[in-house]
């Protein structure tokens, strides 16, 4: 539990490191925006629903989808990292972000969103960003997650917000969440011990 409190305090500490470095290079790209559309939640939604599929299936519970400017699904996936035979890089989130980008290119990734049941990781956030993703939406926090998780090093966890990550950027990305988390949070309750 010691961790776990370090944790904690990481995140408080990543979030008064984020503030700090407002004046930095790159910084205020990353903005909460306080209010999501009936769209947005109906699309949080099917992710959490991905996030159920993928635990049925024997890997994490985590989903992710991209929709276009007009709230039209392009691509969605259920986590497949945790597999016996999945790649661990593979979570939904740079999956989708991928697969989108195919489909969309740089130029309609920008007016694109990433719907995520989970707050994206570093690598995700990451992926999101060099794919030219517009906004990010997602259900469960990463704070949130860590008192699935716990202080088990297996878990592999960053103690990081993605707004910690995405406010570093050359460009602005809209960052909403975490909404929805008692749903959110549905399918990994009973999954991580």
Same mark, same amino acid.
């Given at each position: 539990m010691a961790n776990l409190h370090r944790r904690t305090v990481l995140l408080g500490a990543g979030a008064l490191v984020g503030l700090a470095g407002a004046t930095g290079v790159g910084s205020g790209q990353a903005h909460a925006e306080p209010a999501p559309s009936d769209a947005d939640l109906a699309l949080l939604r +099917?992710?959490?629903?991905?996030?159920? #599929?993928? +635990? +049925? *299936?024997? /890997?994490?519970?985590? %989903?992710?989808?991209?929709? #276009?400017?007009? =709230?039209? @699904?392009? @691509?969605?996936?259920? $986590?497949?990292?945790?597999?016996? #035979?999945? #790649?661990?890089?593979?979570? =939904?989130?740079?999956?989708? *972000?991928?697969? &989108?980008?195919?489909? !969309?290119?740089?130029d309609?990734? $920008?007016? &694109?969103?990433?719907?995520? *049941?989970?707050?994206?990781?570093?690598?995700? /956030?990451g992926a999101a960003y060099w794919t030219g993703i517009g906004r990010v939406v997602y259900g469960l926090?990463? +704070?949130? !997650?860590?008192?699935?998780?716990?202080d088990n090093?297996?878990? %592999?966890?960053?103690?990081?917000?993605c707004r910690d990550i995405l406010l570093h950027g050359q460009r602005m990305i809209t960052v909403i969440g975490p909404l929805l988390e008692d749903e959110a949070a549905q399918p990994h309750e009973g999954y991580w011990r």
């Open positions: +099917r992710t959490f629903a991905l996030a159920h #599929d993928a +635990r +049925r *299936s024997g /890997s994490a519970p985590y %989903g992710a989808l991209v929709a #276009d400017a007009g =709230a039209t @699904v392009v @691509v969605e996936c259920a $986590n497949t990292s945790a597999l016996a #035979d999945g #790649d661990p890089t593979q979570h =939904a989130e740079l999956t989708a *972000s991928a697969e &989108a980008w195919r489909v !969309l290119g740089t309609g990734m $920008n007016h &694109a969103t990433l719907y995520a *049941s989970t707050e994206p990781c570093v690598m995700c /956030s926090s990463a +704070r949130r !997650l860590f008192e699935f998780t716990g090093p297996k878990q %592999g966890s960053f103690a990081l917000p």
